[in-house]
Structure formats: C-alpha cells, structure tokens
C-alpha cells in the first residue's frame, strides 16, 4: 500500500481554529478510463464467447502456462538436482502396477512433488535413467528386476512429463493428505500455525490465482473478509480421472460403455465429497477463527457507542418536543372542534337530502299507485298491485339517488297517460337490469306486461305486412318448390338465391327471404290450396331443420331455433332435442346479458345461479340448456360453411 507524507502545517493556520480554507476546490475535468489487466481480458472473452470461467481458462490460460512451463525446461535443464535414495522396495515394484506406485519417489523428487518443475522432472529422469540403464546393468545379478525398475522409471516420467496426466495424479497423489483439522484446537494450539498450511496445501488446486492467505490476529477486517469470500466460492480443478478402472482388452463394446459410465459416476461422487470437504474446512476456520469474533465484539462496541450517542441526543431533544406537542395539542383541539362542526352541518345537509329522495320516491309510488299501477283498469287485480307496488320499490332501490327526481319529472310529464308513463318505467327496470342482471327475478308484473303490448302490436304488424303482400300464381308457386328441391338447406345464402333465381327463370319480380320462407312453410303446412303436381309433393315434404332455423331466428346473435312443443315431432331422432318450452326474444336478451355478465371467468360456484335469477321465469337448469343448445347450432352452422 503507497504511503504518502503530507507537508507541513502552512504558517497562516491559527493555533486556535478548526479549520482554515487555503485555495478553492478545482474544477470538474471529464476523464476517460479504460479498464485493462488480465482478469479484464478473461472478462471480455467469456462475454464474447458466452463460456464460463472454466471453459475460459482451459482454452486460453492453460495453453499459455503449458507453453511458459516448455520454456522453463529449456532454461533449466543444467540445473543441479539432488535425488532421493534408491531403497529395496523401490527395485521390487512391479511395473504393472503402476497406478498405485509413487511416481514422484520413483523419479527422487518426493520432496518437491507438485512443486517441481517440469525441468527438474525431466533431469531427475535423465539422472535415473543413465543409473537403471538395462544396458548398465547387463552385468548383474538380477536383470530382471532392473529392467522392472527402468520401466517403472518410464511410466512414471511418462505420467509426470504430460501437463494433463501431472494435474490428474497430483490431485490423488497419495502422498498429501486431505485431511483438515479437528473441530476444536487444544489450548496449546494456535489458530493460524494449524489451518494456514492445509489453507496453502489446498490453495494448489484452485484456478484463480494467487489464492489470499490466512494472514494472522493483525489482518484487517477487509482482508479476513475477502478472504473467506474467496474460499466460499472456491472454484477447484481437481481432477479423479487418475482413478478410473481401466483394462486393457473389454470382451465388447457394451462393456467398455458400462465400465466408462461407472467411472463418470465415480468421478462425480468423488468431486462432490472434495466440495463438501473444502465446504467443511471454511466452516469450520470460520467458527474458530478469533478474528471473526474480536471484529464482531467491535462491531458491537461501536453499536452500542452509537446507541448512546442517538439517546444523548434524543434528550436533548425531548424539552423541545415537549414544547412543540403542547402547541400541538392546542391546535389540535381547534381543529377538533371545528371538524365537529363541519360534520354537524354535513350530516344535517345528508339528512336533507335524504328527505329530499324519501319524498321522491314517496311521490313516484303515489303517481303510479294513482293511475292504476300502469295497467289495465279491467285486468287489474289486488295481486297484481301489490306485485307492482313492490317491483316499483325495487326499481327505486336500485335507481341512482340522483335520477329518482328527474324520474319522477319525466312521469308527471307523461301523465295521465298510462301507456307512455308504463314505457317510461319499463326502460328504468331494462337499465336497472342492465346494470345488476341479477335484480331481473323481482321484475315480472311490469315486463310481462309490456311484452304482451310488444307482441300486440307486433301481431298487428305482421297481419298488416301479410295484407299488403303480393299474391302468388299457381306458376309461381311451382317454380318455387322446384327452386326449394334445387337448392336444398344448408345451401349458403339459400333464400336469397331461390329469390334470383325465381326471378331470372320465371321473371316474377323479386321476392325477400323472409317472404319466400314464409310461403314455404304455409305450402308445407297445407295452408295454401295450390294447384299442379309440384304444390302437392311441396305439402307433403318433409320440413328442413336449415328452413326452421332461418324462420325461427331467436337473435342475431345465436342461430338455433326457437320450436314449439308440436314442431318439435318433426324432428329426426338423431338429432339433439330442445327445450320443451320456447324461448322469447325478451328472455332470450337477458340470457345474453347475464351470459356478459358473468362470464366463464368468473370465479364464483354459484355462477349459473345468478345467470338463473337474471332470466325471469326461467331456471338454472333451463339457461345451461339453453346455452349447450345455442353452442351446438352455431357448431353445426360453422361446420356447414
């Protein structure tokens, strides 16, 4: 770490002051800074090359140390090397064992091991070598032996010589134990003297280089930290190929296959359990070094100074808060006082109001109540009064508070007229139910009625169009039931091509669908007394489920058909039945509403209940059925086309 001296104090500094300014701060400089170094390089590699930091250091780091280690056997291969006797054993090893020899003995070198260099391991073979020489030992007694020797000297210079070979027999070398201290030190041991050489023994096999030390009871708290960071994330090269079982002829290729998986499986077990052990040993530095709790206590000492000093300061500012929560307390009080009596005055005025909505709603039940309830005065019943008088409460129950006034006013203003006064209520209770699909069940009384004036005057309707409607010919009527064969149901468009068609081959003016439909069904029903052959086999064909479907249209939104109970004899026995009951176009509109209302996403168990409530008169079973109907015609119809 630099050390920089500072100059001495200048002479205008007062004795007396704390601090003196001598010159003013320098201006802002922008600077371009460019990281660099090798750690940087292996950065920007991995990043370019999307690798690990393994994959990084195999492909580009271990090349580099591969290539310096050549060099350095060059440069030192005159070096002097002193070798480790030859002993007894050592002569008797047997070269097919090789595997469990110790190559660093064989070559003299046990006291370097992984420390040697590649160039002191290339001399040592050389020395022993031109000592165990088959030729040099032709005369002696046991030349088998020596020649056993001279290729175990061999293997083992061929095991060390390999970079890869070397890292795979130093990381089982038996030689260097693995084992890590005991979990507790006795008293006459010292914390670093124990753990900070199986710290460096260990630190051998790790990648990232150099490994930090243990340092000792003067290291800052900085560098303890770092590092046991550096070993909580310790990044080993270890290898256990060195162990695999291997022979040297496998009966099959299967057997070579399952040998190789065990030894995968054998590697991978081992690797785990040196992780665990590495794991093991920081744990267990850490829970004994006293580094960890001398910077804890510390650390403690400083909380509680810091804790002393926040209520020293807490006091000195306890007068003045006092101070300040009497004036607070005074205003407070005003404040109090004075929303008092805004709330006094606000709830007088919700009263009011309430008067005010109590007296429209008093004075919209007496209107209705004083024209009869909007009926007929000859069908009016007490039933049906008191059924209306309760709908008309509900209608107010659900009415915006502010619409009830212009509710009223719009009834004064339609008054004494009963008719334009019942369309007047029965749009509130369509937009009530609109709103709240589930308040349809309490309107039955007022929609039933004005359904009954909609399909009065829809009746009348429809007699007024037949009336106005152009008479058919005998010609025309055949062509017609030619043009029904020609173009059967199902044909896209069916009505308004027979329409064209009619017109262009017997150039009769052009009819409408719904018109050409009608007459069909009148021909089939026998309503018409036609004439010729044609009109005959047209009244005894057999009704199209296609002509029914397009007649019977319940809404633009579903195709189904709305059938009778009569009509619904005619159908085939394969296909689906339909409700007993038909379906109006009113009932049919509030299927559709309370269907967007609660939709299949919504949550509740009791969806179809409510979509029930919302379809008057109708229930829970009859709306699924209704629906699993609908769905089915409109596959039917999209299968079709």
């Given at each position: ?12 500094l007062a004795?007396?002051?704390v601090?003196?300014?001598h ?9 371009r800074i ?12 991995r990043?370019?090359?999307?690798s ?8 580009h ?11 350095d056997e ?9 070798l ?6 050592l002569l ?5 064992e090789?595997?469990?020899q ?12 992984f ?37 175990c000297?061999?293997?083992a ?22 084992d ?16 900070g ?32 960071r ?7 090269w ?7 079982k291997?022979?040297?002829?496998f009966?099959?290729?299967?057997e070579?296959r ?7 499986a ?7 359990e ?5 794991f093991?040993?920081v744990q ?16 403690r ?21 006092a ?21 006094a ?5 919700r ?5 005010k ?18 009926a ?5 019943t ?13 209608l ?14 719009a ?21 009530a139910i ?28 429809v ?5 106005a409607q ?7 009527l055949?062509m017609?039931?030619?043009a ?5 149901g ?5 009505w308004?091509?027979i ?5 262009h ?15 069909t ?12 052959s044609l ?6 064909k057999t ?14 939104r579903?195709?189904?058909p709305?059938?009778t109970?009569?009509?619904q ?9 339909v ?8 009932e049919?509109?509030?299927?559709e ?29 009859e ?19």
């Amino acid at each position: 770490m630099p050390i920089f001296t500072l100059p001495s104090a200048p002479a205008s500094l007062a004795g007396g002051s704390v601090a003196v300014v001598h010159a003013s701060i320098s201006n802002t400089a922008t600077a371009r800074i460019q990281a660099v170094g090798e750690h940087f390089a292996s950065f920007l590699r991995r990043k370019q090359d999307n690798s690990t930091e393994s994959e990084d250091y195999e492909k580009h780091v271990l090349p580099r140390v591969l290539a310096q280690t050549k060099l350095d056997e060059k440069s030192s291969t005159t070096e002097a090397l002193t070798l480790d006797t030859v002993t007894e054993d050592l002569l008797q090893l047997n070269p097919a064992e090789w595997k469990s020899q110790d190559h660093y003995r064989i070559l003299g070198l046990s006291e370097l091991r992984f420390r040697a260099t590649p160039a002191q391991i290339k001399r040592a073979h050389q020395l022993r070598a031109l000592q165990f020489h088959p030729d040099k030992l032709a005369k002696a007694s046991n030349e088998e032996r020596s020649d056993s020797f001279f290729k175990c000297i061999q293997k083992a210079y061929d095991v060390l010589r390999d970079p890869t070979k070397r890292r795979q027999y130093d990381s089982v070398d038996r030689a260097i134990s693995d084992d890590i201290p005991k979990a507790r030190l006795s008293h006459d041991q010292d914390f670093f003297a124990v753990y900070g050489p199986v710290f460096a023994r260990e630190g051998r096999f790790s990648k990232r280089q150099p490994v930090p030390l243990l340092g000792d009871l003067s290291t800052p708290r900085e560098e303890m930290e770092a590092f046991y960071r550096f070993w909580a994330s310790f990044d080993s090269w270890r290898l256990f190929d060195y162990l695999d079982k291997v022979k040297e002829h496998f009966e099959n290729r299967e057997e070579k296959r399952w040998q190789e998986k065990k030894n995968k499986a054998e590697r991978t077990r081992l690797k785990k359990e040196d992780n665990k052990r590495v794991f093991d040993l920081v744990q267990q530095a850490m829970s004994l070094d006293p580094r960890v709790e001398m910077y804890k206590e510390q650390e403690r000492r400083d909380k509680e100074r810091k804790r002393l000093e926040r209520e020293s300061l807490a006091k000195q500012a306890d007068f003045e808060l006092a101070a300040a929560e009497d004036r607070r307390a005074r205003q407070q009080k005003l404040e109090a006082e004075e929303k008092s009596r805004l709330a006094a005055e606000e709830k007088r005025q919700r009263e009011q109001k309430k008067q005010k909505e109590r007296a429209a709603k008093r004075a919209v039940r007496a209107l209705i109540a004083e024209h009869g309830y909007l009926a007929d005065p000859d069908t009016l019943t007490p039933a049906m009064s008191t059924s209306r008088a309760a709908e008309v409460d509900i209608l107010l129950e659900n009415m915006a508070k502010t619409a009830i006034s212009e509710f009223h006013q719009a009834l004064l203003a339609k008054s004494p007229d009963r008719k334009l006064m019942l369309e007047i209520v029965t749009a509130a209770i369509h937009s009530a139910i609109d709103r709240m699909p589930a308040v349809a069940m309490g309107f039955k009384s007022f929609v039933r009625g004005a359904e009954a004036a909609k399909q009065t005057q829809s009746s009348h309707s429809v007699k007024q169009q037949a009336k106005a409607q152009r008479e058919w010919s005998a010609k025309e009527l055949e062509m017609l039931t030619k043009a029904t064969n020609k173009f059967p149901g199902g044909t896209v468009n069916r009505w308004d091509t027979i329409g064209k068609w009619l017109a262009h081959h017997g150039g009769f003016k052009l009819r409408s669908g719904d018109e050409l439909l009608a007459k069909t069904s009148e021909l089939r029903k026998g309503v018409h007394s036609g004439s010729g052959s044609l009109v005959k086999e047209l009244q005894t064909k057999t009704v199209s489920t296609a002509d029914n479907a397009m007649l019977n249209q319940a809404s633009v939104r579903y195709d189904g058909p709305v059938l009778t109970t009569s009509q619904q004899t005619h159908q085939e026995p394969h296909k689906e039945a339909v409700p007993e009951r038909s379906w109006s176009a009113s009932e049919q509109g509030q299927l559709e509403r309370a269907l967007q209302a609660y939709p299949p996403s919504y949550k509740g168990a009791d969806r179809w209940d409510k979509i029930a409530e919302a379809v008057v008169g109708r229930t829970r079973k009859e709306c699924k059925s209704r629906v699993r109907f609908l769905s089915e015609q409109v596959r039917n119809k999209n299968a079709v086309t």
